[in-house]
């Protein structure tokens, strides 16, 4: 075969490869994309659940102050009777300064039930609030996924388009230059045969020697870079 010819046949094989590289790199990136999305629903998700806790655990603050607050209101009620029973002055003092002490403690309690009940309010607008993010992050999340599926789908379609083309043009190459044009291949980031540009390597831009530059115009044979290793051909 004239290497002319080969050289039109290995460019036609180029063409499809470079393609097929970049379909399998970017094949290749979509999973860890997916994963990313899916990371960022459950960061949405974490901070929707650390601002529920923080709702419960101020639901039962409150809750447990009312009934200390309760309590304390019994215990009042309990000595404000007794106080009608008690026989000595100092019995009458003493008991009315425990009730004094507990209405004291009653009205902070109070105070105090009042601000966690702020808090919840608070608690529960953040909790609305990241919950609508959510949703709308969610949204958007879903969006970009589709659109990321159909785009599999539609380079994978073009993927095995593209296998079947490279079987056509397989054949028109002999077994030694097309072995030395694979392994060029996956070693150079799916780009084997170059161009020259101008006097220069279309692939690593190394000067190529003016004999070197008519050796790949003449297409004796094939000329591979010294540099990169890339096999070279003249568009002209
Ligand atoms: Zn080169």
Redesign the pocket.
């Known amino acids: 075969m004239l290497v002319a010819e080969l050289l039109n046949n290995l460019i036609d094989l180029q063409s499809v490869d470079k393609t097929i590289f970049e379909i399998e790199k970017r094949l290749g990136e979509i999973p860890a994309g997916l994963k990313a999305l899916d990371g960022e629903i459950e960061a949405a998700n974490s901070a929707i659940k650390q601002k529920e806790e923080e709702l419960k655990r101020l639901q039962l603050e409150r809750k447990n102050k009312e009934m200390d607050l309760g309590e304390k209101e019994n215990t009042i009620k309990k000595y404000q009777t007794q106080l009608y029973q008690v026989k000595t002055n100092t019995e009458y003092t003493a008991l009315e300064k425990e009730i004094g002490g507990l209405k004291a403690d009653n009205s902070v309690l109070e105070e105090e039930i009042l601000e966690i009940f702020d808090k919840i309010e608070a608690a529960e607008k953040a909790l609305e609030a990241e919950k609508r993010k959510l949703g709308e992050e969610k949204n958007r999340i879903e969006t970009e996924k589709k659109k990321i599926d159909s785009e599999k789908a539609e380079i994978e379609k073009k993927l095995i388009e593209l296998e079947e083309k490279r079987k056509t043009i397989v054949p028109l190459i002999d077994k030694n230059t097309l072995s030395r044009y694979e392994r060029i291949l996956r070693g150079k980031e799916g780009v084997a045969l170059?161009p020259v540009k101008g006097e220069n390597?279309?692939?690593?831009?190394?000067n190529l020697p003016p004999q070197v530059v008519n050796e790949i115009c003449a297409k004796e044979k094939i000329i591979y870079?010294?540099?990169?290793?890339?096999m070279?051909y003249s568009e002209e």
């Open positions: 170059v390597c279309g692939g690593c831009f190394v870079c010294e540099r990169c290793a890339r070279l």
